[in-house]
């Protein structure tokens, strides 16, 4: 389905000189096999200067969130994290703060949480795999301090208390909608830049899967009534990832909106630096903080100047 043998010669090119193949996106398509989970399209609409950059650095920054997901979902389902040999590479290693199994209380949901952790490992593996030695080293990740923080900006807790999304499932299934819809407005946003078929065809795949994972979170929290708690955290997002209100709730008692889709039931797109916003918690232009205290390895890792 993705085409690897022809990834890894591509990448393989591209990593002796990432300088000598620019405006890849537009010209390979790419974009679509790098853009794997919430990594998935994680360039999202770029503009002339942001696209002239090489493969093997759009494959990075995608498995830079790969690592992030990995490790949230891996540490709720099995209490334990990436192993070493899928963390080397290319930048400096981070480790890992916070992350531990979280006991479910619904059947159903321990199985989707360990589905989609299943995912996102496997999404890990399959960049590294197509990376080869041009792959980064997972940076360091921040899944307790963080999601504090994340909880404080939302106004889902208090100036002085904490927020730990293993505590029980509904704070885990919270901390999930974080990532899930960005990853796949996100993914959206690379569609246009998809030129060849073969890997269009991929791409729509990851993005339907990507899809399902944050209908499963969606619909979750709509059936336990987190209806206040999913707006605040999607107001949150609203606030750092520039101007406008495209950020959709999950509906409320009288409604649902599983769906977030503008007036033809599209959905919207997310810019590589709007994703870095959100993940580093903060509107400006930086190049680290957040779930990424250091930033993300590779040459993507600035996000945009909303504040």
Known sequence: MFGKAVVRD??????????????????AGVAGLGAVGAGAGVLGTM???????????????????EYLEAEFYLQAVTGEGLGDKLTNGKGRRGGVVGGRKVEFTTPAIRKYAREIAMDELAHVKFLRTALGGAKVARP???IKNSFTAAARAAGLIGANQTFDPYANENNFLLAAFIFEDVGVTAYKGAAPLIDNKTYLEAAAGILAVEAYHAGIVRTTLYQKGLFDQAAKISNARDSLDGKGNRDQYIGGRMKANLVPADRN???????APEVLNVVYLNPKSVQKGGFFPSGVNGSINRSGANA
């Open 47 to 65: 503009s002339a200067a942001e696209g002239a950059i090489s493969d093997g650095a759009v494959l990075n920054f995608a498995l830079n969130l």
């Open 10 to 27: 591509m990448i393989s090119r591209s990593a002796e000189n990432e300088a000598d193949r620019r405006l890849f996106l537009k010209s």
């Open 265 to 271: 039931a599209v959905a919207f797109s997310r810019s």
């Open 140 to 142: 360091s990740i921040d």
